[in-house]
């Protein structure tokens, strides 16, 4: 069997017998062996005495030759001859054990404290000063060795080991303890309700700071001075030095400033504090308009970059507790330009964030701030050449053009932006008229009229669509330049012959100036194209001109002509309502319009069309007609009937089910379906006859 395969379980089904934990703890204390207890060892004479002893000190000697480098063996046997009051013994066996291994700090340890314990302070001291001699590295010996020469009262003897130990550069902690241990000498040396001189540990800490030269002792020393030493201008002068002498990786941790703005504040100065804090979030970027280039984020720690954040946190706490309105206006724009820094940075394509970053900027920000947030956004191009990603990124633009224009009032500046816009938009994919229309438009405001007509000339030639033409028509026509009109009208046209509106325009200009022919030209012209979008607008509008201008033949006559083209129940309408005017035949010849329309709709088969027809023309014969001819229309008018019918569906042929649906049933209609309706008719008359007849019966018996 190989051995991957002797961990593995074969057989993962639960056990047919499952234990649980209080069975287990239950066993556990059951099978617990008991403890063995030493048998206790009565002495009775001196000879039984020498006896034991010489038996435990070969039980101990048979220990250590079994195992010589076990340490604990010799700190037992030295126990032991130290219980037993044989202090020299008790050496023999530390130095013994020394001589085995030197190098064991915890066997120096145990020797020193066994001198200690038992008063011997000159053989402990010396003990100590050969230890540290031999393991100068060793932090907690010189611990030991200080406390001891401390807790003797011999201060000078104690700061001489300091001074020692300091000569070997060991780290923080033994700087402090010498620093404290000089406190303490200082308060045991003053009288009481005197301040005590820190002059010696404050010497201390500087030579600690210049030993070390980094963040973590500068903001030790300051803290000690403002809480220890109670210096509060060596503290201040500290942490200015933190900032200025300090290495720039070092001076510029979060932690520095966070201490030294929380200093001030203890101290109440909220303006060197508010200073403080507004430094570093301008020197650290905190929240700041601009983004880290890529390979300055990445060499942050994320411990720094939390403090960072605590950093920002508590200035915001600092200013909502001390600040002015402004300055708690400030905070929150600085916190706000962070979020949309880092919405943008994470999705530069969210043009909608930039958007919200452009207003933020240009409400409560500078210009340049606002520029640089401009440039930043639209130098981030969409990722591909289709118009539907291009129409949030253009207005970009835009905002930015008018943003020069209004707020800065730099015309020249916003007349580049539009320029440059233009070239970065590929025309020969798409274009955006738009964005054409108001570079021109930004030139006419500059009265340039020139560029703003040579750049819409360029715009008909690269983007050709309607709004280009129709604001290059509006600028011109308010400018009073009618032959100009008239040749953009052309090349209008012959862009898109189809488009009514356009010939509607061109028509309407040209009677406006009192060209009343080249007015009627054109919509002969118009009406006489293959193909358009809307000829009903065309034809209302020609009808509507002749009617203006009094020309009644000639409006009945394109009646006619569109009568040709379509029978539409409208046409018909207004054809006979025209006739009904004052420029038309009177009543009798609207009349005849009305019943031919009826005729010819009847014909068709078309009811619905007849009923709006009818109802035209009631309303025609109670407005101008008499009663005779209200009647008549009214003989005419149908019945409505519901009825049902099968839903098929038109792609299967399958049957969807009845529905219900209104039909009209007209009085001039012949065929079976009148001769039906008659059958109904009567069958509706004997129904209610026959409820008549009973409810007469029911009264004749109740009387």
């Known amino acids: 069997m190989s051995r991957s395969n002797q961990g593995q379980v074969k057989n993962r089904a639960p056990a047919p017998i499952q234990i649980s934990a209080e069975q ?71 130095e013994r054990a020394l001589e085995v291994d030197h190098r064991s700090a915890e066997l120096w340890l145990r020797y020193g404290e066994f001198e200690m314990r038992n008063e011997f302070v000159n053989r402990a001291r010396n003990l100590l000063d050969r230890a540290v001699q031999i393991l100068p590295r060793v932090d907690f010996l010189w611990y030991k060795y200080a406390y001891m020469e401390e807790m003797v009262g011999d201060a000078e003897k104690c700061r001489e080991v300091f001074e020692r130990w300091m000569s070997w550069c060991p780290d923080e902690g033994a700087w402090l303890s010498y620093a404290r241990f000089e406190v303490r000498c200082a308060k045991a040396s003053t009288d009481k309700g005197q301040p005590p001189n820190m002059s010696s540990a404050t010497e201390v800490m500087k030579r600690y700071v210049n030993e070390y030269p980094c963040a973590k002792s500068f903001l030790k020393l300051g803290k000690w001075a403002e809480h220890e030493a109670r ?34 504040e203890r101290q109440g100065e909220y303006e060197r504090a508010r200073v403080i804090y507004q430094h570093a979030i301008k020197l650290l970027n905190l929240g700041e308009r601009h983004i880290h280039s890529k390979d300055e984020v990445e060499e942050l720690t994320d411990n720094e970059r939390y403090r960072r954040d605590e950093l920002y946190k508590s200035y915001v706490a600092f200013e909502k507790k001390h600040g002015q309105k402004d300055g708690i206006e400030n905070v929150i724009l ?60 253009i207005y970009l633009w835009i905002f930015y053009a008018v943003f020069e224009e209004l707020e800065m009032r730099d015309l020249d500046r916003a007349s580049k932006i539009y320029d440059t816009c233009l070239n970065i938009i590929p025309h020969k994919k798409f274009s955006f008229a738009k964005v054409w229309v108001y570079a021109a438009k930004l030139h006419v405001r500059s009265k340039n009229l020139d560029s703003a007509r040579k750049l819409l000339g360029r715009a008909i030639g690269m983007c050709g669509k309607e709004k280009v033409f129709i604001e290059y028509i509006a600028l011109e026509l308010t400018l009073g330049e009618v032959d100009r009109c008239r040749a953009l009208y052309n090349k209008y046209l012959q862009a898109m012959p189809h488009n009514c509106k356009a010939w509607s325009r061109y028509a309407d200009l040209e009677r406006s100036v009192g060209e009343t022919e080249r007015c009627r030209a054109l919509y002969e012209l118009a009406v006489s194209q293959p193909s358009l979008d809307m000829p009903e607008l065309l034809w209302k509008g ?46 009798k010849e609207t009349r005849t319009i009305f019943q031919r329309s009826y005729d010819r709709l009847k014909e068709e088969g078309l009811k619905e069309e007849r009923v709006l027809l009818l109802d035209a023309w009631r309303v025609f014969e109670k407005t101008k007609g008499d009663s005779s001819g209200v009647s008549n229309v009214e003989a005419k008018m149908p019945k409505r009937i519901k009825k049902k019918r099968m839903q098929i569906d038109e792609d299967t042929g399958t049957e969807l089910g009845w529905e219900e649906y209104f039909d009209y049933h007209f009085p001039d209609d012949e065929g079976a379906a009148s001769n039906n309706l008659k059958i109904l008719e009567m069958a509706a008359k004997w129904k209610q006859a026959q409820i008549a007849e009973s409810d007469s019966d029911s009264d004749s018996d109740s009387d």
């Not at 046409?571 to 004052?582: L, N």
Request: proline share 2%; aromatic share 14%.
């Open 231 to 264: 210096d509060i201008a060596l503290a201040r002068q500290v942490y200015e030095s933190a900032l200025m002498e300090l290495e720039p990786e070092e001076a510029r941790q979060a932690r520095v400033f966070k201490q030294f703005s929380a200093f001030e």
């Open 24 to 94: 287990i703890i239950r066993e556990a204390a059951d099978r617990q062996e008991a403890h063995v207890l030493d048998p206790v060892t009565k002495i009775h004479d001196a000879e039984e005495y020498q006896s034991y002893l010489t038996s435990r000190r070969k039980h101990f000697e048979d220990n250590i030759r079994y195992r010589r480098e076990h340490i604990g063996n010799w700190v037992k046997y030295s126990r032991f001859e130290e219980d037993n009051k044989e202090y020299e013994r008790a050496r023999s066996v530390f």
């Open 542 to 587: 020609y009808i509507d001109f002749e009617i203006e201008e009094g020309e009644g033949d000639k409006a009945r006559a394109l009646y006619e002509r569109l009568l040709e083209r379509t029978g539409h129940v409208k046409v018909w309408i207004s054809f006979a309502q025209f006739e009904g005017t004052e420029i038309g035949k009177g009543i």
């Open 334 to 393: 600085t916190k706000q330009r962070a979020e949309y820094n880092k919405l943008v940075e994470e999705d530069p394509l969210d043009y909608d964030s930039w958007f919200e970053f452009a207003k933020l900027e240009e409400d409560h920000g500078e210009s340049a701030a606002v520029r640089d947030v401009y440039e930043r956004a639209v130098a981030n191009l969409p990722p591909s050449q289709e118009k539907q990603y291009w129409k949030r990124y």
